[in-house]
């Protein structure tokens, strides 16, 4: 079968008008305009397989929300090709809409002043949600989103997290395949997420729903998607499995050792750096280019009296920023590969 997601050298240009300040500059951008491009998305390829999780990350302004509006069929790619089950997603979008659904994490696509049900109501004939059907999904939205308590508040008198649970319900009251998730978990505390996620996590399991979620919060990302895509200045600079990324680009690992006794005087082998001493314990970080667990085991362990010690994963965000900095470059044969920058402009 045919991935549900293709995009293919997929290129999106902004083009800014540019003014100078005041009535002459309002007049002489009227008559003579000039223009800046902003390349947004710089020429990105990838597929996307019914049932997948995907983490599509990056840092603020490297191109998610607008990869996601193509994807949706609100922006048109400046060039290049995006198809959603077959279908350009612009030109039929009414046929698409159907078949996705969109949340975008800083604002609510709900009726500010009607209550939740009303809204739901509303949507469920637009899509024409059978009777039977609607009234089962609400029962079971009840039980997983704990909606029950906001189906008579209005959207208004919410708060952040209760909108984004609203904000769910509403969006996959229609059973959608495929569900865009853009920053669903900002400005949540952790009950919230937790519940969130798992919700997410839910619909993919049992209902085969495909998901792309772009964040910025690592949390979303390693409790729900095996494979991300990281996009940087508008390219795609990784495609793979999280457990490569951390495998690969784990570049720092923490031992800590615990002593029976005060810990006493030590030096470091070579590699190896401090990172916190406590009366009877040593966190140690360690370069794994240079060095490997065992070895700074067994230093240590010849020049303290150590009780217990303990290998910690590295930390996925501390991973993403190596990557960012260019630990990738330097790595770039283990990369599966991506797209080649497309040389033809916009203009
Ligand atoms: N409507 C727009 N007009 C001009 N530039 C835009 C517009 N939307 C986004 N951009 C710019 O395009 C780049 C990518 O933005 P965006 O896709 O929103 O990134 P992200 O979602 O990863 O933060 C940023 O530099 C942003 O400033
Ligand atoms: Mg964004």
Redesign the pocket.
Known sequence: MPSIIRVEDAR?V???AQKDPGLKGAFKALFRPRYTD????DGINFNIDEGEIVGYI????????????MLTGILVPTSGEVRVLERDPHRDRVANARDIGVVFGQRTQLWWDLALIESLNTISKLYEVPAARYKQLLEEFNETLNLKELLHVPIRSMSLGQKMRAELAATLIHEPKIVYL??PTIGLDLIVKERIREFIKQQNREKRATVIL?THDLGDIEELCKRVLI?DA?KLIYDGPLSTIRERFGKYRTITFETAAKVGNYHLPEGVEMEVEEERKLVLRFDRTITTASRVAANLMQQIEVSDFSLTEPDLSSIIKQIYNGALKQAESLVEPVAAPVLEGAR
Request: hydrophobic residues 30%; positive net charge.
């Open positions: 999106k902004y083009r800014i902003k390349v947004a998305v990056g840092v603020n302004g490297a191109g998610k929300s607008t990869t996601i509006k853009d920053e772009t996009i508008g």
